[in-house]
């Protein structure tokens, strides 16, 4: 089979695994490649050693495969890569994937087909892409003023790896989200000092309650509103006021944005140990300065603020997001070109582990309602009333509400696009060239 009849999978992360199952066992021919060395994404390049996750276990794993009953309640990073590698081994997986293999363009060419460019020079035709790239690697750095006169260091925490960076430094770290607070405790164990610039607070959800993981207490049954309501009471109960800890008020209602799930750092503002500050104003040789004109030295500044979403291997044409999600319809479509699927960009409130073969799945389905239309399947979506999404949280529960009613209208969807076919019955994709070809 030549290769133009393939499609390609680009990442070998969670969700780049979860496809290369789902169209392994569809018997769909593909490909897949990793720009790293091995599988796991972010769980193998990019968290530090020591890394737990915030989701019970029973929400990170796969629906279609458990993690070890030895595992704790809440796993290590590494047991999370561990697993990764044995839910490879055991459904043959790796097989499929050709590491360091980096993208350089992705880019449509003629007769629907994708055009792809690799770092070492090979070009291939491909059926289809599926952009399983990731969204913890484009890191977002803020702007202070006097940066470039700092003597110490400023990193990104996607640098952070070990507390031995830590160790005996004045720690400033900005952010007050997961990763924010786990850097800012370990500085508060073996820093000097540890503070932590905020500029807009976070809710701080503890993660067990009454000995069970607080998503124990969230039900599919319960709307919005009244999960929300209960929450609250809860966090008066067993969190308080953040006031009290010198946090500012959230600007925001509680799950509208990503709450910092752990009361880590709570504990060591409490301790003396770390200090919440407000926005950074301005830097010098050896301080940073706060908005509300307190001074700190700082040996280290370490910036948790997270990541672009970015597919720098697509044509501009095609890079369609807005802040932190895809301008996509049925979670990874466009409606003006077929073949390319912009996955797993979203950021699930719960846990990622039963959502994500299903979403594979589904996306198998709307593959084969593909090869009896002319039309991109994003048109004919767009046409049903679908919407591009306005945010990129979303409940756990809602998206697999989502995915169900997305497969169940398959067989609407498919009669509405061979209508659709009759007046676009010669639709092909905009042929882009890659530079410098």
């Given at each position: 089979?030549?290769?133009?009849?393939?499609?390609?999978?680009?990442?070998?992360?969670?969700?780049?695994?979860?496809?290369?199952?789902?169209?392994?066992?569809?018997?769909?021919p593909?490909?897949?490649?990793?720009?790293e060395?091995?599988?796991?994404?972010?769980?193998?390049?990019?968290v530090?050693?020591?890394?737990?996750?915030?989701?019970?276990k029973?929400?990170?794993?796969?629906?279609?495969?458990?993690?070890?009953?030895?595992?704790?309640?809440f796993?290590?990073?590494?047991?999370?890569?561990?697993?990764?590698?044995?839910?490879?081994?055991?459904?043959?997986?790796?097989?499929?994937?050709?590491f360091?293999?980096?993208?350089?363009?992705?880019?449509?060419?003629?007769?629907?087909?994708?055009?792809?460019?690799?770092?070492?020079?090979?070009?291939?035709?491909?059926?289809?892409?599926?952009v399983?790239?990731?969204?913890?690697?484009?890191?977002?750095?803020?702007?202070?003023?006097?940066?470039?006169?700092?003597?110490?260091?400023?990193?990104?925490s996607?640098?952070?790896?070990?507390?031995?960076?830590?160790?005996?430094?004045?720690?400033?770290?900005?952010?007050?989200?997961?990763?924010?607070?786990?850097?800012?405790?370990?500085?508060?164990?073996?820093?000097?000092?540890?503070?932590?610039?905020?500029?807009?607070?976070?809710?701080?959800?503890?993660?067990?309650v009454?000995?069970y993981?607080?998503?124990?207490?969230?039900?599919?049954?319960?709307?919005?509103?009244?999960?929300?309501?209960?929450?609250?009471?809860?966090?008066r109960?067993?969190?308080?006021?953040?006031?009290?800890?010198?946090?500012?008020?959230?600007?925001h209602?509680?799950?509208?944005?990503?709450?910092?799930?752990?009361?880590?750092?709570?504990?060591?503002i409490?301790?003396?140990?770390l200090?919440?500050?407000?926005?950074?104003?301005?830097?010098?040789e050896?301080?940073?300065?706060?908005?509300?004109?307190?001074?700190?030295?700082?040996?280290?500044?370490?910036?948790?603020?997270?990541?672009?979403?970015?597919?720098?291997?697509?044509?501009?044409?095609?890079?369609r997001?807005?802040?932190?999600f895809a301008?996509?319809?049925?979670?990874?479509?466009?409606?003006?070109?077929?073949?390319?699927y912009?996955?797993?960009?979203?950021?699930?409130?719960?846990?990622?582990?039963?959502?994500?073969?299903?979403g594979?799945?589904?996306?198998?389905?709307?593959?084969?309602?593909?090869e009896?239309?002319?039309?991109?399947?994003?048109s004919?979506?767009?046409?049903?009333?679908y919407?591009?999404?306005?945010?990129?949280?979303?409940?756990?529960?809602?998206?697999?509400?989502?995915?169900?009613?997305?497969?169940?209208?398959?067989?609407?969807?498919?009669?509405l696009?061979?209508q659709?076919?009759?007046?676009?019955?010669?639709?092909?994709?905009?042929?882009?060239?890659?530079?410098?070809?």
């Amino acid at each position: 089979m030549t290769d133009d009849q393939k499609y390609l999978i680009i990442g070998a992360g969670p969700v780049g695994l979860a496809h290369i199952k789902a169209l392994k066992l569809a018997g769909i021919p593909f490909e897949a490649v990793d720009a790293e060395d091995d599988l796991g994404g972010n769980w193998h390049h990019g968290v530090y050693e020591t890394a737990h996750i915030i989701s019970p276990k029973g929400l990170m794993e796969y629906s279609d495969y458990a993690m070890p009953k030895n595992y704790p309640e809440f796993p290590s990073g590494k047991q999370v890569l561990a697993y990764y590698n044995d839910y490879a081994n055991h459904f043959g997986l790796r097989e499929f994937i050709t590491f360091n293999k980096k993208v350089e363009f992705v880019y449509p060419a003629g007769d629907n087909k994708w055009q792809v460019k690799f770092a070492d020079g090979e070009i291939k035709l491909y059926k289809g892409v599926l952009v399983c790239n990731g969204h913890h690697w484009d890191k977002r750095y803020p702007v202070f003023e006097g940066s470039e006169s700092f003597k110490g260091e400023i990193l990104h925490s996607k640098d952070y790896k070990t507390p031995d960076q830590l160790k005996g430094k004045n720690v400033v770290v900005v952010g007050a989200g997961n990763s924010a607070c786990d850097v800012a405790s370990e500085a508060a164990r073996v820093g000097a000092s540890s503070y932590m610039s905020i500029r807009s607070s976070a809710w701080f959800l503890p993660k067990l309650v009454a000995g069970y993981p607080l998503s124990h207490f969230a039900k599919n049954w319960l709307p919005p509103f009244v999960q929300r309501t209960m929450l609250k009471i809860g966090l008066r109960l067993t969190v308080g006021d953040l006031s009290r800890y010198g946090l500012p008020k959230p600007d925001h209602d509680i799950l509208t944005k990503h709450p910092t799930i752990g009361t880590e750092a709570l504990h060591y503002i409490k301790h003396g140990k770390l200090t919440p500050k407000p926005g950074i104003s301005r830097i010098t040789e050896d301080e940073v300065e706060f908005i509300d004109g307190t001074k700190v030295k700082a040996d280290l500044i370490v910036t948790a603020t997270g990541f672009h979403l970015s597919y720098p291997f697509l044509p501009k044409e095609l890079h369609r997001t807005k802040g932190a999600f895809a301008q996509v319809y049925g979670r990874s479509m466009l409606a003006d070109f077929k073949g390319i699927y912009l996955i797993g960009w979203e950021q699930v409130r719960g846990g990622v582990g039963a959502c994500v073969p299903i979403g594979a799945e589904v996306l198998v389905a709307l593959f084969k309602m593909q090869e009896q239309l002319k039309v991109p399947i994003g048109s004919v979506l767009k046409e049903a009333g679908y919407v591009i999404p306005k945010s990129h949280l979303i409940g756990m529960f809602d998206l697999l509400k989502q995915l169900k009613k997305l497969k169940k209208n398959i067989p609407k969807l498919l009669k509405l696009g061979k209508q659709m076919d009759k007046k676009y019955y010669d639709f092909k994709n905009q042929v882009i060239p890659i530079p410098n070809l």
